[in-house]
């Protein structure tokens, strides 16, 4: 059962042109004082840096979704979005022009005085032919592509996810184990690299509390290098709980020397869907909400955040009336926000 896949947007329309745009222009200041002002008309602006030093791309599929929502006079639906266009999100970096892409969004994070999230998914074999499959054409693919990121980062401030499932799906078999011995050697080369690199946190992923037990895959994590990283990421596209994800993510860093852990909360606010095809509740589930903010300040000292690594609102595939996976869907966007309490 592969229920800790989740939509991975790895190549979305237009975000190349979006991220030099941004490049160029600033939003919301580089002061910490910002915050995100009221109105369905106001714009997309940073959230106080003490509590949350994440970018918020002010071009956001939920910000235009803002723009578009007001422009009709919907300003009830406006504001509903605006709940997640106000927060930072993951950025995909897709497999075509991946130094362009983290050029752009860390040089938009930089000028507002703000950290870039980054995602990394484009491993070989990748989601072992499901709604996200694809990824690079073979290891020297990979390795290029990765050089292509790092050389888009620099020394600017950067946090990376590294390949959601990569790890995880070595484990459960759904990754052939001819595979292994490479995608291990690939995943260590890139924590080494992107850890080469003035100001760039790294963590790999590490799977979800729904998915099995930590002793099932710390020694994988090893081999893949996470000692070599800042430390791991856990609920990565997925909808368990910020307890019950803390409590995985603490038993799982006593057995890779106390690493650190991140959290993500972007969907999580309403728990896992308990209904439906067991095998398919991780995509599109109904009745889900936001959870917790992007934040720094979190439960739990070996958190080191509470982050959307998953974009509220872009589809996890073709499941229960979904567009393809990573594509923006609005109507589920709302329900995610008409849904949540906070």
Request: aromatic share 8%.
């Amino acid at each position: 059962m592969y229920d800790s896949r989740g939509a991975r947007a790895a190549a979305r329309a237009g975000v190349l042109g979006a991220a030099l745009l941004l490049a160029g222009c600033s939003s919301g200041g580089g002061g910490g004082g910002d915050g995100p002002a009221a109105g369905p008309r106001a714009a997309i602006t940073q959230q106080p840096e003490g509590a949350d030093p994440f970018w918020v791309n002010p071009d956001s599929n939920a910000a235009r979704q803002v723009k578009a929502y007001a422009k009709a006079g919907k300003d009830a639906d406006a504001e509903q979005i605006r709940r997640i266009a106000a927060q930072p999100t993951g950025e995909w970096i897709g497999p075509e022009n991946p130094e362009q892409e983290a050029r752009g969004f860390t040089e938009a994070a930089q000028r507002t005085g703000r950290r870039a999230l980054l995602v990394l998914y484009d491993i070989p074999h990748r989601d072992c032919g499901q709604y996200s499959q694809g990824g690079a054409a073979d290891g020297d693919a990979y390795r290029a592509w990765i050089d292509g990121v790092a050389h888009g980062i620099q020394d600017r401030p950067a946090t990376v996810v590294l390949e959601p499932d990569a790890v995880l799906h070595l484990v459960d078999g759904c990754t052939p184990a001819r595979f292994a011995e490479e995608r291990y050697d690939l995943l260590r080369g890139a924590i080494t690299k992107l850890k080469s690199l003035k100001n760039t946190k790294v963590y790999l992923d590490a799977g979800n509390v729904g998915w099995g037990r930590p002793d099932q895959i710390y020694r994988p994590l090893q081999q893949a290098g996470v000692t070599r990283a800042d430390g791991f990421a856990v609920n990565v596209s997925n909808f368990y709980s910020t307890r019950d994800s803390i409590a995985y993510g603490r038993q799982l860093s006593a057995k890779v020397g106390g690493r650190h852990f991140v959290i993500d909360t972007s969907r999580n606010g309403n728990g896992p869907y308990a209904g439906g095809n067991p095998d398919e509740r991780w995509c599109n589930p109904p009745g889900r909400a936001l959870g917790e903010t992007p934040t720094t300040r979190t439960a739990d000292p070996l958190v080191d955040a509470y982050l959307w690594v998953k974009r509220p609102g872009e589809s996890d595939g073709t499941c229960k009336g979904g567009p393809r996976a990573g594509n923006w869907w609005p109507d589920y966007a709302l329900d995610l926000a008409r849904a949540t309490t906070s």
